[in-house]
């Protein structure tokens, strides 16, 4: 009782401040619980979204800045906007109806659509697979030390990565190896660009109607919505066992993770313009660490070679298993990093062959800033199949239900598609017109 009729001015004066610290601090743990939850569940959609920051995205950016310097900001930020929708469209297939994009196409289309979808994703991943263990040799010439002593250990380390271990695993290895893109955020401020000039390229709209500008938006956009990228993140959701429950933290996660990976992407072709922006497009991976000399000194090699070498790594699993995720779905077999060889030899059969080809033909004499953004060029003349598969699945609402796209969503998303083939069919053209002597 005497409690209760405790009127001493000092515990008037405390009851307040303690009322407002009770008040906060369930506000505060709910805080801290989403974040720990994001935290969580980050996963397929970063790990998708970062790969394409990878090898050929690298010096596809780096040449966009050194050709254009910020002329393609804009273009980016449209870039952006399609691959958070595209990434949301694939990691809500697979949370929703724990099936993959492989086997979804082969469920809903016919088979020789279906035969279509993956001949694509091999077509544009072959190259690619290539490129990425290019970069990892590359990254390492950079520093001294030759391509052959180094390509055939790294290819042992991804396949031993993904064949002897589960899928939560390998997904937090792949998470430390984004990492290494905060090696560029950290070139750009030290390049001390003309923010002004970054601010106004960022929100004015900036095109040129010539050919090497349209190349290059194309490569863009073939190296930041890559096919490879909704094959996996639908494919990772459902190895990692998903629910609908899970949804709203997996469309976090690929939010997120698009965003991030754009973000990165504008780092490097601003580091890049800021460095030599209007010299012309990058002859070689040696070229594009020298340009950052002038704003990181003699660490310019090591901080590009330090992004390009975790950049080509993880594609370098993620790319090869997105194929071997669309085949095993394609075909109804068994298809899951968790699987033995014995349980799953197709699935990993595949990523094998895929790791074997890339490792061998990357220790060849190639070129590697032409072959990285002509196979971007590739990826996104390819792109706009997959993600007329991607709409139409989405857009069903005997696949998804409720969950299926909105009018709004559904017109916004086909704006996407649209112009995403718009650009490649006037690459196209113009190709054509370049071989027969017109363009």
């Known amino acids: 009782m005497t409690r209760d009729l405790d009127t001493r001015p000092d515990a008037d004066a405390s009851a307040p401040e303690e009322a407002r610290s009770s008040a906060a601090a369930p506000g505060r743990r709910r805080g801290l619980r989403r974040i720990a939850a994001v935290a969580m569940v980050a996963g397929p959609g970063l790990v998708a979204a970062n790969a394409g920051n990878d090898a050929a995205g690298i010096a596809t950016y780096a040449s966009a800045g050194s050709q254009f310097t910020y002329g393609t900001l804009f273009f980016m930020v449209l870039v ?23 086997a979804l ?11 279509l979808a993956v001949f694509c994703l091999l077509l544009a991943n072959t190259g690619l697979v290539v490129s990425e263990f290019a970069g990892i040799g590359a990254a390492f010439e950079l520093l001294g030390v030759p391509k052959w002593a180094v390509i055939p ?21 792949f998470l430390v190896m984004s990492l290494a893109f905060f090696a560029y ?3 750009m401020v030290m390049g001390h660009p003309d923010w002004g000039q970054v601010g106004e390229h ?19 956009i073939g190296t930041t919505v890559s096919p490879y990228m909704q094959f996996y993140a639908a494919a990772g959701v459902v190895d990692r066992g998903a629910k609908p429950a899970d949804y709203k933290l997996i469309r976090a996660d690929a939010v997120l993770g698009a965003v991030f990976a754009c ?4 780092t490097i072709i601003i580091a890049t313009a800021s460095a030599i922006g209007g010299t012309g497009p990058l002859e070689s991976a040696a070229e594009a660490a020298e340009a950052l000399k002038p704003v990181a000194g003699h660490g310019a090699e090591l901080l590009f070679a330090f992004g390009l070498m975790g950049a080509s790594a993880l594609a370098g699993a993620v790319v090869p298993l997105s194929a071997s995720y669309a085949i095993g779905e394609a075909a109804g077999v068994e298809r899951s990093v968790s699987r033995s060889f014995r349980d799953a030899p197709l699935f990993l059969g595949v990523f094998t062959a895929q790791i074997a080809l890339g490792a061998v033909v990357a220790l060849t004499p190639v070129d590697l800033i032409q072959l990285l953004i002509g196979t971007q060029v590739l990826q996104g003349l390819i792109s706009p199949i997959v993600l007329v598969y991607l709409l139409a699945l989405t857009n ?4 998804l239900g409720e969950a299926a796209n909105s009018p709004r969503y559904r017109v916004v998303a086909t704006i996407v598609v649209v112009g995403v083939a718009l650009m490649s069919t006037i690459l196209l053209g113009q190709t054509v017109l370049g071989w027969v002597g017109i363009g």
């Open 153 to 173: 250990p790294a290819a042992v380390l991804l396949w031993s990565l993904v064949l002897f271990g589960s899928y939560k695993w390998a997904e937090r290895i």
């Open 185 to 187: 955020p950290v070139a």
């Open 263 to 266: 973000v990165i992407s504008l």
């Open 80 to 102: 952006t906007l399609a691959l958070v929708m595209v990434q949301e469209m694939a990691v809500r297939l697979g949370a929703h109806t724990g099936k993959g994009l492989g």
């Open 396 to 399: 069903r609402r005997s696949v």
């Open 105 to 115: 196409i082969r469920e809903q289309f016919s088979l020789r659509l279906t035969a």
């Open 202 to 220: 960022l929100v004015i709209p900036h095109l040129e109607p010539s050919k090497d500008f349209i190349l290059l938006a194309v490569a863009l």
